[in-house]
């Protein structure tokens, strides 16, 4: 079933925000025990508010390699940030 919750933050590039809204609806019940161990992987800490560019790229990474459904979520956050980086590039925000 689709949500109806919008997304908690309104800039078009993703951040970790987004990325814990996302899979806390995708993962359903399994999202805190996945999310504790994404963030063991990634070194950070699961209440984390802000990541850099370098550490936001690992965390999409570590994803990428969870399994399929993160694969994919993932790849939509990728995309969504390299076009916002694009459209920065020539001036359009």
Same mark, same amino acid.
């Given at each position: 079933?689709?949500?109806?919750?919008?997304?908690?933050?309104?800039?078009?590039?993703? @951040? =970790?925000?987004?990325?814990?809204?996302? !899979?806390?609806? &995708?993962?359903?019940?399994?999202?805190?025990?996945?999310? $504790?161990?994404?963030?063991?992987?990634? @070194? =950070?800490?699961?209440?984390?508010?802000? !990541?850099?560019? &370098?550490?936001?790229?690992?965390?999409?990474?570590?994803? $990428?390699?969870?399994?399929?459904?993160?694969?994919?979520?993932?790849?939509?956050?990728?995309?969504?940030?390299?076009?916002?980086?694009?459209?920065?590039?020539?001036?359009?925000?």
């Amino acid at each position: 079933m689709l949500s109806t919750q919008p997304y908690p933050t309104t800039s078009p590039s993703p @951040g =970790i925000e987004d990325v814990r809204f996302g !899979l806390s609806k &995708a993962l359903l019940g399994a999202y805190e025990p996945a999310w $504790a161990e994404i963030c063991r992987e990634c @070194g =950070i800490v699961p209440d984390c508010t802000h !990541l850099d560019a &370098a550490k936001f790229d690992h965390l999409l990474e570590v994803l $990428a390699r969870r399994d399929p459904l993160c694969r994919v979520l993932a790849m939509s956050w990728r995309i969504r940030r390299t076009a916002f980086q694009k459209l920065e590039q020539i001036g359009r925000p």
